[in-house]
């Protein structure tokens, strides 16, 4: 090989590589370098026609490694970023799910407790407006529920004493002794809400709304829990 050959072959090395880095340039953003690239790319392949058969197929191979090393990294970047911005994005949605189902848990919670605190401040103000009779029908009895349960839990109350005791006061069970409209075993438990248990309804009301309120946190819960189990 000459000196003037060898001097070729390095200088033409050398552009090839700085096309290379002309071309990434560009793609990766840079448009000031496209006429520097075009202008570097046509001194190679002029410079590449003095270099031997053999040479040349050096310098290309170096040529395309390098810039196919180059398309690597950039795709690799172009993949990080995505992949980021999506994680970014799910972090976001799962977050505002989160806000939105604790919200919904803490609406659920308010209106639980307004309306136990309702029906009970309705119930302990309504026995005693009840005047004491030695009997009571159906259709009293159910009045008297009516007024001293909430409006919007009354059929749910309704349904459990419908399957209960048929608004039967002073239904007992024969085989376990549960005693009144809701069945309470033992009847005696119904104490807590009046001495007249036995006797009175609108005691036996006041006892089963608190109880379905404490125990399940409103008579319509309470009501869903019989269906599903038949009993409360």
Known sequence: MSRISVRGFAVASATAVTAVGSVVGVASGSTAQSNDAEATAYETTTLL????????????TASLTQQ????????????????????????????????????????????????????????????????????????QIQAMAQQMVPAGQFQCF??????????????????????????ALPGSKMATAGADWRTNPATQIKWGLNYMN?????PCEAWSFWQANHWY
Request: charged share 25%; hydrophobic share 40%; glycine share 4%.
């Open 49 to 60: 026609a003095d270099i031997p058969a053999g040479q040349q197929a050096q310098v290309q």
């Open 68 to 139: 196919a090393d180059a398309q690597a990294i950039a795709a690799d970047a172009t993949a990080k970023k995505a992949a980021e911005e999506a994680a970014r994005k799910a972090a976001a949605e799962t977050a505002i799910k989160k806000k939105e189902a604790a919200e919904q848990a803490a609406k659920a919670a308010k209106e639980r407790a307004e309306a136990k605190k309702a029906a009970s401040r309705d119930a302990a103000r309504s026995v005693t407006d009840f005047p004491v009779q030695t009997s009571y029908t159906v259709a």
């Open 214 to 218: 404490s125990r399940y946190g409103s």
């Open 158 to 183: 309704s349904n459990i004493v419908d399957h209960e005791s048929s608004w039967n006061y002073q239904a007992v069970n024969a085989s376990s002794g549960a005693y009144g409209l809701f069945q």
